[in-house]
């Protein structure tokens, strides 16, 4: 897996995650678990919905 996911999206996908965690637990809603997709995206550095549109967000270097 090519890593499509750059520093600003990961730090994004990271908190989002974890704010949807905390936002379900404090309602007690299984909405929640939501929050699993943006903090494995995250984590990972891979979103698979980029994937088809070839959208990358890492900054390439340069040469």
């Not at 995650?17 to 995250?42: H, N, R, Y």
Request: a positive charge.
């Amino acid at each position: 897996m090519k890593t499509n996911v750059g520093n600003t999206d990961r730090l994004f996908r990271l908190v989002l995650g974890v704010v949807i965690i905390a936002l379900g637990v404090v309602f007690q809603s299984w909405w929640g678990a939501i929050g699993i997709i943006p903090l494995f995206t995250g984590t990972m550095r891979w979103c698979p919905a980029y994937l088809p549109f070839g959208i990358s967000t890492c900054k390439t270097p340069k040469v």
